[in-house]
């Protein structure tokens, strides 16, 4: 059978200079050079492999880069001290002022509140549009256009962005279009169907762990060495370098992410398919009859399944809030926002992750107020669980 080109990370042959299994990790700011002129060089660029400086680049950054290159097919990467920090430095290095973005109204808040509130500091417009209206799309754009924006998984209401069609219009308009697969990794790989730069929030299921934030930019050579360029890249000017103590810890969570997938999308099926024969209003993109349904079958990797969010909707915020604290005095996990973690979490989106977004805006998305986000955990025995939800829906 063919490999799933997002499980490439494991052709890679990554060990230390003594043959550490796990790569040594590098925890230095600065990097030493016997010629002077070899650290000129470094420093325009023209030294390869040496390091300068650990806000440009540091091997253990650079070895969980190559891992994420290699999950999403793309010539390089960099890694990020936060999801955000990959977002905005990824926007800020398209889109110069008086350009203009055409967003997807669906977006995670703080990515919403960056494009609605922030950039017009620097002159930068944006239209927000439903990013599964493709007319509407093509409408947006403008001849300031630089770029189309999206998560391939719209959080929190998990539509399906078309990403070859998205990518299809921004090439016709020459344009980037710039996805989060921050909910989808290995299932949705962005970059192979045609999008131009992918941005993670490793915080979420790349490292799974919960215990850091961190984020990810993967794109062209090209596009990762302007980022990273000394005298105009965003990424090195602004500086959200991530810790390589952190690279080094995520590059090994990196590696049961496949299996990690898998689980997460086997006990949100079940859980999705509970909650409907229970009645309830459910949005799992996993339900044949989900408006996303068809579009994520045709792009993802079939082996991991369709993902670990499902939602709920409680209609309104106060039932959201009574069912959520249930829940967790129950046992079926933590009222808490994030997600991709080992355990289940909750969260009611229009009053947390999503706050940011004016309410007027929330009802106009479809975003309902007690619409209850449940990030699947790995769960062994996920019908236990699903007893444990039961009952506190019949207690409501
Ligand atoms: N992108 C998505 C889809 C998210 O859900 C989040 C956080 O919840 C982010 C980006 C931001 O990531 P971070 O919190 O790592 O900055």
Redesign the pocket.
């Known amino acids: 059978m063919q490999q799933d080109p997002s499980t490439k990370i494991f052709d890679l042959l990554q060990f230390g200079e003594y043959g550490d299994v796990n790569p040594s990790v590098c925890d230095s700011a600065t990097f030493t050079f016997m010629q002077a002129k070899t650290m000129l060089d470094t420093f325009q660029g023209d030294a390869e492999g040496c390091f300068l400086y650990s806000r440009h680049w540091n091997p253990s950054n650079k070895y969980l880069a190559d891992a994420l290159s290699a999950m999403e097919g793309t010539e390089s990467a960099w890694v990020t001290a ?4 990959a ?1 905005t430095c990824s926007i800020l290095q398209i889109c110069n002022s008086g350009d203009h973005v055409v967003c997807s109204l669906t ?2 808040g ?2 919403f509140a960056f494009l609605f509130n922030y950039v017009k500091k620097f002159n930068i417009d944006v239209t927000f549009v439903d990013i599964t209206n493709l007319d509407l799309v093509e409408q947006a754009i403008r001849p300031n256009t630089k770029m189309i924006y999206t ?1 391939s998984m719209t ?1 929190p209401l998990l539509q399906i962005s078309d990403i070859p069609a998205l990518a299809r219009i921004a090439n016709d308009n020459n344009i980037k279009l710039v996805v ?1 697969n ?2 989808t990794p290995m299932i949705i790989a962005p970059y192979r169907l045609g999008a131009h730069v992918v ?1 993670y ?4 299921f790349i490292n799974g762990k919960n215990d850091c ?3 990810a930019i993967c794109a062209s050579r090209e596009f990762i060495d302007s980022l990273s360029d000394v005298n105009a890249g965003t990424a090195m000017l602004l500086g959200p370098a991530l810790d390589p103590l952190r690279s080094s810890s995520i590059l090994k969570n990196m590696h049961t992410l496949h299996i990690r997938m898998k689980q997460h999308s086997k006990n949100a099926l079940y859980l999705a398919e509970k909650f409907r024969e229970y009645g309830m209003k459910i949005n799992y993109p996993g339900l044949p009859g989900n408006k996303g349904h068809q579009k994520l079958a045709e792009m993802m990797n079939p082996e991991f399944g369709f993902g670990g969010l499902i939602a709920i909707d409680m209609v309104t915020a106060d039932r959201a809030a009574k069912l959520m604290e249930m829940m967790e005095k129950a046992g079926v996990g933590y009222l808490a ?3 991709g973690y080992f355990k289940t979490l909750f969260s009611n989106s229009g009053k947390s ?1 999503s706050s940011e977004v004016p309410e007027e805006i929330q009802r106009e998305m479809g975003l309902s107020e007690g619409l209850v986000r449940f990030s699947v955990g790995l769960d062994n025995d996920i019908e236990n669980s699903w007893q444990k939800i039961k009952t506190c829906l019949e207690q409501l």
Do not use: C, H, P, R
Request: negative net charge; without cysteine.
């Open positions: 936060s999801g955000m920090a977002i977006t995670y703080g990515t998560e959080n989060d921050t909910f941005v929030s490793m915080t979420k934030v961190a984020g926002v994030s997600l992750t």
